[in-house]
């Protein structure tokens, strides 16, 4: 099915707060209603090896669930059928929103562009103080969605003149099949792809995303395995080993640390951070002190102060970090992009709306240094 760009601009106003508030309004939005146990959305998963007695280990991320015949892994959307893996959510799509690009956010990759963002339902983590957990915490059978291929994504970016495509909301990495072979087609027309993720991977299907994707955030939740273990059931190592390898092989980088009080604003373990960023992935990654708001299975907390945030701020910045942002406080001076050699602002944002780029050609308008990111 085609839509004009009238009818999909349509679409795409819709909030993904509307469309999870009143999930009956995406299918119908967006082409019709969708069965859960739609065979569409099935097909065999790549990254996992098969065992005696028909279970299989699936080798995704670095759970490297063993799943007996019959069962799903820890994300709820990898279910072996008869001894063979499946993914249950290939073109499964249950949102799709054209943000601002500074939303993800991404603050160096194509600065006051859209991004066409989707997501499926699951994810390979259980944070507790999650922000989309109405569709990351959730089986996909539980959730309206829309069979969405590749080839009709890239069409939808392309109708919408959108440079990008965003892999986000949810975690990526549970449904990569369908991230690398929307990101080949995109390639093949021009439009970039980007994925929002929380790092917990595996190298393999890493290494592979890697030949595709032009920028990944990663949501670096703390500097500490005890916070990874009992606040998001993840662990450190393998977090930090993706974002040095997504770093050695020169895709663009941003980090979001999602500043949660009592839980890991502490100064020490921010200090052993910012020191751990500038020493292993440099002083030029961006990196997003971003205010945490009550959400999910922590409603007891309050939101971040805004000097915990700027105290983050300043120890990134006497750790060498050049490029240090504070999120979710629009008006916010740090929301602004400096040039790290004569101090100039460089780009102005009010929240997710940029008021003005001086770059150009990759370079600060004034002094003419070079600025690192994805400009064009």
């Given at each position: 099915?085609?839509?004009?760009?009238?009818?999909?601009?349509?679409?795409?106003?819709?909030?993904?707060?509307?469309?999870?508030?009143?999930?009956?309004?995406?299918?119908?939005?967006?082409?019709?209603?969708?069965?859960?146990?739609?065979?569409?959305?099935?097909?065999?998963?790549?990254?996992?090896?098969?065992?005696?007695?028909?279970?299989?280990?699936?080798?995704?991320?670095?759970?490297?669930?063993?799943?007996?015949?019959?069962?799903?892994?820890?994300?709820?959307?990898?279910?072996?059928?008869?001894?063979?893996?499946?993914t249950l959510v290939y073109s499964r799509l249950c949102t799709i929103n054209n943000d601002p690009i500074e939303k993800k956010p991404l603050f160096h990759f194509l600065p006051g562009t859209n991004v066409l963002s989707v997501a499926t339902a699951g994810c390979n983590l259980r944070c507790k103080f999650c922000q989309n957990w109405n569709i990351s915490q959730v089986a996909p059978e539980s959730i309206r969605a829309e069979?969405?291929?590749?080839?009709?994504?890239?069409?939808?970016?392309?109708?919408?003149?959108?440079?990008?495509?965003?892999?986000?909301?949810?975690?990526?990495?549970?449904?990569?099949?369908?991230?690398?072979?929307?990101?080949?087609?995109?390639?093949?027309?021009?439009?970039?792809?980007?994925?929002?993720?929380?790092?917990?991977?595996?190298?393999?299907?890493?290494?592979?995303?890697?030949?595709?994707?032009?920028?990944?955030?990663?949501?670096?939740?703390?500097?500490?395995?005890?916070?990874?273990?009992?606040?998001?059931?993840?662990?450190?190592?393998?977090?930090?080993?993706?974002?040095?390898?997504?770093?050695?092989?020169?895709?663009?980088?941003?980090?979001?640390?999602?500043?949660?009080?009592?839980?890991?604003?502490?100064?020490?373990?921010?200090?052993?951070?910012?020191?751990?960023?500038?020493?292993?992935?440099?002083?030029?990654?961006?990196?997003?002190?971003?205010?945490?708001?009550?959400?999910?299975?922590?409603?007891?907390?309050?939101?971040?102060?805004?000097?915990?945030?700027?105290?983050?701020?300043?120890?990134?910045?006497?750790?060498?970090?050049?490029?240090?942002?504070?999120?979710?406080?629009?008006?916010?001076?740090?929301?602004?992009?400096?040039?790290?050699?004569?101090?100039?602002?460089?780009?102005?944002?009010?929240?997710?709306?940029?008021?003005?780029?001086?770059?150009?050609?990759?370079?600060?308008?004034?002094?003419?240094?070079?600025?690192?990111?994805?400009?064009?």
């Amino acid at each position: 099915m085609r839509y004009s760009r009238r009818q999909f601009c349509r679409h795409l106003g819709y909030s993904l707060a509307g469309c999870l508030a009143a999930p009956e309004l995406l299918p119908r939005l967006l082409g019709g209603t969708v069965n859960a146990d739609d065979e569409r959305f099935a097909c065999e998963a790549r990254f996992y090896t098969k065992l005696d007695g028909r279970k299989v280990r699936c080798l995704l991320c670095p759970r490297t669930c063993l799943i007996a015949e019959g069962q799903r892994g820890f994300c709820r959307v990898r279910e072996n059928r008869r001894g063979t893996l499946n993914t249950l959510v290939y073109s499964r799509l249950c949102t799709i929103n054209n943000d601002p690009i500074e939303k993800k956010p991404l603050f160096h990759f194509l600065p006051g562009t859209n991004v066409l963002s989707v997501a499926t339902a699951g994810c390979n983590l259980r944070c507790k103080f999650c922000q989309n957990w109405n569709i990351s915490q959730v089986a996909p059978e539980s959730i309206r969605a829309e069979y969405t291929p590749p080839e009709r994504l890239v069409e939808y970016a392309r109708q919408m003149h959108s440079p990008s495509i965003a892999f986000t909301y949810s975690e990526p990495t549970i449904f990569t099949e369908y991230v690398l072979d929307t990101a080949r087609l995109a390639r093949q027309v021009g439009i970039k792809c980007v994925s929002i993720s929380n790092g917990f991977i595996n190298p393999e299907p890493l290494r592979d995303l890697c030949t595709l994707l032009s920028a990944i955030k990663i949501d670096f939740k703390a500097y500490s395995d005890d916070f990874y273990q009992n606040v998001t059931t993840g662990r450190l190592q393998p977090v930090l080993d993706t974002m040095q390898y997504i770093h050695q092989q020169g895709i663009w980088l941003e980090i979001v640390n999602l500043l949660i009080p009592t839980q890991n604003d502490d100064g020490a373990q921010l200090q052993a951070m910012v020191q751990w960023i500038g020493q292993n992935l440099g002083a030029e990654v961006p990196v997003h002190f971003t205010r945490f708001h009550p959400q999910y299975l922590m409603e007891n907390l309050p939101p971040t102060p805004q000097k915990s945030l700027e105290t983050a701020q300043a120890i990134a910045r006497s750790a060498g970090l050049q490029y240090v942002y504070i999120g979710n406080l629009p008006g916010h001076p740090a929301e602004n992009t400096y040039c790290a050699r004569c101090g100039q602002k460089i780009i102005e944002r009010i929240g997710y709306s940029v008021r003005s780029v001086q770059v150009r050609n990759g370079r600060c308008r004034f002094c003419q240094s070079p600025i690192p990111g994805v400009w064009s």
